[in-house]
Nanobody
Framework: VQLQASGGGLVRPGGSLRLSCAAS????????MGWYRQAPGKQRELVAT???????NYADSVKGRFAIARDNAKNTVYLQMDSLKPEDTAVYYC?????????WGQGTQVTVSS
């Protein structure tokens, strides 16, 4: 399985960005898709997860601001990020797997700064 992420960039606090991650290859093995992020000097942390059924899970720090969605026909997962804060600055990695993250995208930088 190969994952191609896109959509990162520089945005001002309070702004929005939308990340996308398209999967290709042995996609039948994918049940979970989602996003992790890693800020400089910090451990990688889970941001959001979505199952093939549509069940979602979010980190407390992004609840109410971020929304994850999935298009199973396109094998693509999206992360809509609103009301962005400087502390959201990180490299965002999409992932896919059956029960745990197994496949990873290349990472896309999100910088929130005035």
């Amino acid at each position: 399985v190969q994952l191609q992420a896109s959509g990162g960039g520089l945005v001002r606090p309070g702004g929005s960005l939308r990340l996308s991650c398209a999967a290709s290859g042995s996609i039948l093995a994918i049940y979970l898709m989602g996003w992790y992020r890693q800020a400089p000097g910090k451990q990688r942390e889970l941001v959001a997860t979505i199952a093939r059924t549509g069940t979602t899970n979010y980190a407390d720090s992004v609840k109410g601001r971020f929304a994850i969605a999935r298009d199973n026909a396109k094998n693509t997962v999206y992360l809509q990020m609103d009301s962005l804060k400087p502390e959201d600055t990180a490299v965002y990695y999409c992932y896919a797997g059956v029960t745990v993250p197994t496949y990873w995208g290349q990472g896309t930088q999100v910088t929130v700064s005035s």
